[in-house]
């Protein structure tokens, strides 16, 4: 009597350099890599010397503070890609 045994295969997966998500399709992942958080060339908050962290608050019951913008952008709403204000962090 024979066992049916799984057979082992080797996938290839395409990544994003910056982030290192990964995708059965290169063209999701060449279509990802321009609008990536984490690539400085798609100047967005993740990358920015402008973006200041969320912090708690001083006490378990105060709330505590959203991620901030240094260059006065409103980003409560969702972060920026593209902006004038970006800068690479020092
Ligand atoms: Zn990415």
Redesign the pocket.
């Known amino acids: 009597m024979s066992v049916d045994l799984p057979t082992p295969i080797v996938v290839t997966r395409h990544q994003?350099?910056?982030?290192?998500?990964t995708w059965a399709k290169k063209a999701a992942?060449t279509a990802?890599?321009p609008r990536?958080?984490?690539?400085p060339a798609a100047r967005a908050c993740k990358t920015c010397w402008h973006l200041e962290p969320a912090e708690d608050g001083p006490y378990p019951e105060h709330p505590g503070w959203p991620e901030g913008c240094t260059a006065s952008h409103d980003i409560s709403s969702g972060l920026r890609a593209n902006c004038p204000s970006w800068q690479r962090p020092a």
Request: hydrophobic share 25%; proline share 8%; charged share 15%.
């Open positions: 994003c350099p910056h982030c290192r998500r992942a990802h890599i990536c958080w984490q690539n």
